[in-house]
């Protein structure tokens, strides 16, 4: 009995557009782009035939999956770990200069490279890859959409993928993509990667 992971990455914001680092407690709301590619990709999920969806608790990311259950009608669950990373005090800097600090350090010290009052990405892999792991047991069997991050989404592919972890700089999902994997048990397998062509249909 495969279950289906849905991934998902929330609507556009302001910030997204600014290439601003969005902070842990932001309440930046969609904007109208964002809103209106959450609505055609909630008729996609739809036809799907969804179970339940699970969300960050990020103000993007649960409006996001508001709108999406405004059409799918299932269970919906707010779920703090799979929150973007916690960019400590680079929160709300342009992404150019956190890039800047990152692109000095070899592979083991960026995966292992902790900003002040933040976390690692480590640190971020280790919490979306339990919380994966728990809602997949609870839900055998099951289409399950998880609404996040770009940043999670991104971490997460080395694990589902089984891949180096450099694999993961290739990723770079765009908002309202769907990135899906079916899950047996034992090993996951690619249904698509970063798939946005329900964003072009018109209803």
């Known amino acids: 009995m495969k279950t289906r992971l ?25 904007n109208s782009l964002g809103k209106s590619q959450a609505e055609r990709a909630a008729k996609a999920l739809v036809k799907m035939g969804v179970d339940i969806i699970y969300s960050s608790t990020e103000t993007r990311a649960s409006e996001t999956a508001e709108i999406l259950n405004l059409f799918c009608e299932v269970p919906i669950i707010y779920i703090d770990d799979f929150r973007e990373r916690d960019w400590g005090i680079f929160e709300g800097k342009p992404w150019k200069e956190v ?13 292992n490279f902790k900003p002040e009052r933040g976390e690692s990405w480590q640190e ?15 839900n ?7 609404v996040t991050h770009g940043g999670t989404i991104r971490t997460l592919m080395p694990h589902l993928l089984n891949v180096p972890l450099a694999e993961s700089f290739k990723y770079d999902p765009k908002h309202l993509s769907f990135t899906i994997f079916d899950f047996d048990g034992k090993k996951f397998s690619k249904v698509c990667i970063d798939d946005t062509s329900h964003l072009d249909r018109e209803e």
Do not use: F, W
């Not at 890039?99 to 995966?111: A, C, D, I, N, T």
């Not at 971020?124 to 047991?137: D, P, Y």
């Open 140 to 146: 055998k069997g099951k289409k399950v959409v998880v």
């Open 99 to 111: 890039e800047s600090v990152l692109s000095q350090m070899q592979l083991p010290g960026r995966y």
């Open 6 to 30: 849905i991934l998902v990455r929330h609507g556009e914001t302001h910030k997204n557009v600014a290439k601003v680092l969005h902070g842990r407690k932001d309440d930046a709301s969609l």
């Open 124 to 138: 971020v892999e280790t919490r979306l890859i339990c919380s994966i792991k728990k809602i997949l047991k609870e």
